[in-house]
């Protein structure tokens, strides 16, 4: 068993060989359609909701916080669901595999429902947390409460999706979600113009629509002729590992979405117009940060398979590709952002000062797009090789070593812009002790050892 130290960048060929650029392919593009799902339905309400007014845009962008706040804490079912189970399959254990996809499903199901009634009974004491205007409250109140029926089927969608990915079979998810797509458009529209219900139809809609995905999720990989055979005593003790190995990402993301809401506060505390901007602004990078995780998700599958038959050597050179992929996705995406400044800005609001902040503030977003790739990947690979301690520490460092820049921000009233600057030193701050893991041999002799 072969191994050398650190990132490799003289492999050749540049991009992968042949086997690995069609598996990334074959995985990275179901897994991006996949992966938007929530900003897409996110932008799809803020483009809706935008032209019921201002103070129903700044609603969405207080209460959306919320709800991107609790998937992006528990998205670590998807992506631990996704190792555990591609690692199984590298050690030829299918009937572990399967344990983890039936216990990964009821504990999505039973955080989901736990997080929502949690959430709920505290809903305005979070949305004046987070600073959200009393002009606002109100609307923000509807939309979230309406949204918190949704968030157990999110949850499951995304261990069903995680299950899909490892063992390989994502690609029949890809109907269901463009029809996800297409019908929460459909019925938003009706529900926000056609029954006049507002902004609160665009959340019923949305909800809606998740729950119709997270069934077809459900049935597609609940064909899987094995899972019939998985008894109750090892999917316990399956659910018990679940749970012990997402327990650090579970914190690694609570201290990264803490910085993300602390960004939403400083925008709040800037006024309506500038809370409303950061609604568009934050809903395209969330778009972007997952288009992106789709390539640190495909590496995952890889990586994962690789562990399970505890070749370092092709966990080195899949990183190192991996790392090239993704940082070439990161630029183009970059350079889209800043080319459609204006039509995205015009498809949020009609509001001219609000369409002036996004549109000065997405060359920012833009320019972080490149770093912001790389620290996806590195997360999502140091995520399959269950690093999650590691990640735990890293992550609750890079939101302390943000505080200052934050509060710098509010104390000389700094404009959007400076904010999202502020934001991009702390992409910084995650970006360096992950390069920095990577280049050394711990993560991958505990990974293959485990």
Same mark, same amino acid.
């Given at each position: ?71 992006s ?90 299950s ?14 463009i ?12 529900l ?5 219900l ?47 190995q997402?327990?650090g ?28 901007a *950061?609604?568009?602004? &934050?809903?395209l990078? @969330?778009? #972007?940060?997952f288009?992106? %995780?789709? +390539?640190?998700?495909? =590496?995952? !599958? ?7 038959e ?28 800043v080319?459609? *400044?204006?039509?995205? &800005?015009?498809?949020? @609001?009609? #509001?001219?000062?609000?369409q %002036?902040? +996004?549109?000065?503030? =997405?060359? !920012? ?55 999202? +600057? ?29």
């Open positions: 068993m072969s191994r050398y130290k650190g990132l490799c960048f003289s492999h050749k060929p540049f991009f992968g060989d042949k086997s690995f650029r069609s598996e990334m392919l074959g995985l990275a593009l179901p897994a991006f359609i996949s992966l938007i799902a929530e900003p897409v339905f996110l932008i799809i309400d803020s483009a809706i909701v935008g032209h019921l007014g201002l103070l129903q845009l700044a609603a969405l962008g207080a209460a959306g916080s919320i709800i991107s706040l609790i998937t804490t528990f998205i670590f079912l998807a992506y631990s669901t996704t190792s555990m189970v591609s690692t199984n399959l590298g050690r030829s254990d299918n009937a572990k595999a399967m344990e983890v996809v039936v216990s990964g499903t009821l504990l999505a199901l039973l955080i989901g429902i736990v997080t929502a009634i949690l959430v709920f009974a505290f809903r305005l004491n979070l949305l004046s947390l987070i600073g959200t205007p009393k002009s606002v409250i109100g609307f923000a109140n509807s939309y979230l409460s309406i949204s918190l029926i949704g968030v157990p089927a999110i949850l499951v969608s995304f261990s069903a999706l995680g899909l990915r490892g063992l390989r079979k994502i690609g029949k998810t890809v109907r269901i979600q029809l996800g797509y297409l019908l929460n458009a459909v019925l938003d529209l009706f926000v113009y056609g029954m006049r507002g902004i609160s139809g665009a959340a019923l809609g949305t909800s809606t629509v998740q729950y119709l995905v997270a069934i077809a999720y459900l049935l597609t990989l609940f064909n899987h002729n094995h899972i019939k055979s998985t008894t109750i005593k090892p999917l316990i003790k399956s659910l018990v590992q679940s749970m012990r997402g327990s990402l579970v914190i690694r993301t609570i201290s990264l979405r803490l910085a993300i809401l602390l960004t939403t506060w400083l925008a709040a505390t800037m006024g309506s117009k500038q809370l409303a *950061e609604q568009s602004l &934050s809903t990078w @969330t778009f #972007s940060a288009a992106l %995780d789709a +390539i640190a998700l495909a =590496l995952q !599958v890889t990586i994962g398979h690789s562990i399970g505890k070749d370092i050597q092709k966990i080195r050179t899949f990183t190192t590709w991996g790392l090239r992929w993704s940082f070439v996705a990161g630029i183009v995406i970059g350079v889209l952002l080319i459609i *400044e204006s039509p995205i &800005s015009h498809a949020f @609001t009609t #509001s001219r000062s609000v %002036d902040q +996004i549109v000065q503030t =997405l060359i !920012v977003l833009g320019l972080l797009q490149p770093l912001a790739s790389l620290v996806y990947l590195l997360d999502g690979v140091l995520i399959g090789a269950g690093d999650g301690d590691f990640l735990a520490v890293a992550g609750v460092g890079a939101s302390l070593a943000f505080l200052p820049f934050a509060i710098a921000v509010h104390t000389f009233h700094l404009d959007l812009r400076w904010l999202w +600057i502020a934001y991009g030193c702390f992409m910084l701050f995650r970006f360096l002790p992950l390069i920095v893991r990577v280049q050394r041999d711990r993560w991958i002799t505990k990974a293959v050892n485990r």
